[in-house]
């Protein structure tokens, strides 16, 4: 029974000290700074590019093999799959911030 108190200064104690400690990781967290990299509109951009690239890449081997330029119809396919894909992709992307946009715009102030 006369340990008891000595426990809950021993309790205390630790608390305080992790208590500190956290708050040294908070402010240590705080001041880092945000590693820079591309914004969002910059990749978006990147993107966008990439995807008309890979059109025009599969329009251009479509029509190379059409003229009897490119012998290989499996790698025209595939690039006109990768364009595809992309175009897809780009849509999809579209919708999903065409809703988010309206969802933002519906909601009451």
Do not use: W
């Amino acid at each position: 029974m006369t340990q008891l108190p000595g426990l809950k200064f021993q309790v205390g104690q630790t608390h305080l000290q992790t208590a500190a400690r956290m708050q040294e990781r908070l402010a240590a967290a705080a001041v880092r700074p945000a590693p820079e990299g591309p914004a969002f509109a910059e990749r978006l951009g990147d993107g966008l590019r990439d995807v008309a690239r890979a059109q025009n890449t599969a329009s251009e081997m479509a029509r190379n093999y059409e003229l009897g330029l490119e012998n290989d119809l499996a790698k025209v396919m595939i690039s006109q799959q990768v364009s595809s894909l992309g175009f897809q992709l780009t849509l999809s992307l579209r919708n999903k911030a065409l809703s988010a946009y309206k969802d933002i715009m519906n909601m009451p102030v």
